[in-house]
């Protein structure tokens, strides 16, 4: 028996799992059995298509070639007692089958903040002098996980694509690891090894693994007004169901005034949202919702005399689903307190936003008013804050408006000081209000 070896944080290190007795069919005329030698675990190749194996151990490769399986390791520095799962995948290309992708699941919360680091050992290599080379000079591939979420250092992003997902039940993350273009022969693995470590990667981003502080610059060029480690929601927006942070158009430092939705001919049209989404990121679906209903598709791309939908849907284009939106009741609610609260958002984007009467992505639905206060009280609105509703007028014509107001009711003036209470009322759709744009990101 094999002595097993956690992995630590203080060297660069592999362990090796007490061999497990397991009789393994025979793939493509290769037995495959059991070696004491191997530590963590061995990529197994079975055919030209990406096919999986449940083996759980250390398995040998045979005649320098391998078949798929799968592994588990132990991460000192963060995993506890969770066995990381391991499990690869390879594909064919010019030159034979290459390692494509490696799968890291089972990641616990604990791990948040370290980084995991990827080598790979040549068959019957020993030290970190016979690592095979990822990609580039790359020999360690080093990720950081964020709060479940997965970065690679800017120049390590061009080789490999991170794929993040959540397992609600068990509270741990997977991170799908793929090579963009895979140069690994299979053969040239002998052993695949997985450290924990205190976080080395600096440098990132906004929205790409780095810190983001309200104030700075956000990944899609505006300010950043809200950021929290906890996630939230806007489906089918690039961060989709892990979405961190918002940020605001840095160029709106005057009153637009637009529509609230026009079709591509610039006809009014009311556009179509109903109830809504209310929550933080809800802005999101309400605006792809106003634009299809107004426009029969998502194909207008106008801006200004376009709606106010569009103005903020249309900012950019180049991707289907990466766009800006009008911000629901909560979103503004939230956008305002910012602004009253920080001195250094309020320097460093003098005039961001205008202090006025802004149209929101939330249509005036039959009864819009007397169900609002408890969507607002339930919906975790910013401490301080409450509520000020002109009820009425509850028809799809008008969409709900909101304004800053101090605790006299009053317009707050240009800095949001006294910034106590959020009016809510009913605007015709085609009389025009001012606009905020808002994006969500991770």
């Known amino acids: 028996m094999s002595k097993n070896r956690q992995i630590g944080d203080e060297e660069p290190a592999y362990f090796s799992d007490d061999p497990v007795d397991l009789k393994l069919k025979k793939r493509n005329g290769l037995s495959a059995r059991i070696n004491q030698s191997l530590m963590i675990f061995v990529l197994l190749l079975t055919s030209s298509t990406f096919l999986g194996s449940t083996l759980a151990a250390n398995i040998s490769l045979n005649g320098g070639r391998a078949e798929f399986g799968q592994g588990v390791a132990g991460l000192k520095a963060c995993s506890a007692s969770n066995q990381v799962g391991?499990?690869?995948?390879?594909?064919?290309?010019?030159g034979g089958y290459k390692l494509k992708s490696v799968?890291?699941?089972?990641?616990?919360?604990?791990?948040?903040?370290?980084?995991?680091?990827?080598s790979i050992l040549n068959p019957g290599a020993e030290g970190t002098t016979t690592l095979a080379t990822l990609f580039s000079t790359v020999k360690r591939l080093v990720?950081?996980?964020?709060?479940?979420?997965?970065?690679?250092?800017q120049s390590d992003a061009a080789h490999v694509t991170l794929t993040s997902t959540n397992n609600a039940l068990t509270n741990t993350d997977t991170v799908l690891i793929s090579f963009n273009t895979p140069t690994v022969l299979t053969s040239d693995i002998g052993t695949i090894g997985i450290e924990s470590s205190e976080n080395t990667i600096t440098g990132l981003p906004c929205g790409a693994g780095g810190d983001c502080t309200v104030g700075g610059l956000g990944p899609g060029g505006g300010a950043v007004i809200w950021y929290q480690d906890n996630t939230f929601e806007a489906p089918g927006s690039p961060c989709n169901l892990a979405c961190r942070g918002l940020e605001i158009d840095q160029s709106i430092t005057s009153v637009v005034i637009e529509y609230w939705t026009e079709n591509a001919s610039g006809v009014i049209k009311t556009g179509s949202v109903g109830q809504g989404a209310t929550g933080i990121g809800g802005g999101y679906a309400n605006t792809k919702r106003a634009m299809e209903s107004a426009n029969g598709s998502l194909g207008n791309t106008?801006?200004?005399?376009?709606?106010a939908m569009a103005y903020c849907w249309n900012k950019t284009t180049s991707s289907a689903n990466d766009r800006w939106y009008l911000p629901n009741v909560m979103e503004y609610?939230?956008?305002?307190?910012q602004v009253s609260e920080n001195a250094a958002f309020r320097s460093a984007?003098?005039?961001v936003?205008?202090?006025?009467?802004?149209?929101?992505?939330?249509?005036?639905y039959s009864g819009w008013d007397s169900a609002y206060p408890t969507i607002w009280n339930n919906g975790s609105p910013p401490s301080g804050i409450s509520l000020l509703l002109t009820p009425g007028n509850g028809t799809t014509d008008r969409a709900l408006a909101v304004e800053a107001a101090t605790a006299s009711n009053a317009m707050v003036p240009q800095n949001f000081a006294g910034y106590e209470k959020l009016?809510?009322?009913a605007h015709p759709k085609n009389a025009g209000y001012a606009v905020i744009c808002l994006r969500a990101f991770k």
């Not at 950081?144 to 250092?153: A, E, I, P, V």
């Not at 609610?333 to 307190?337: E, L, Q, R, S």
């Open 349 to 351: 984007f003098n005039g």
């Open 423 to 425: 009016k809510v009322w």
């Open 353 to 364: 936003p205008p202090s006025t009467d802004y149209y929101t992505s939330e249509e005036a």
């Open 333 to 337: 609610a939230y956008i305002f307190k």
């Open 143 to 153: 990720i950081l996980d964020r709060s479940g979420t997965f970065y690679t250092s």
């Open 302 to 307: 106008g801006r200004v005399g376009a709606g």
């Open 86 to 94: 391991i499990k690869t995948r390879a594909e064919y290309t010019l």
């Open 103 to 118: 799968e890291l699941s089972n990641i616990p919360t604990s791990c948040y903040g370290y980084n995991l680091i990827l």
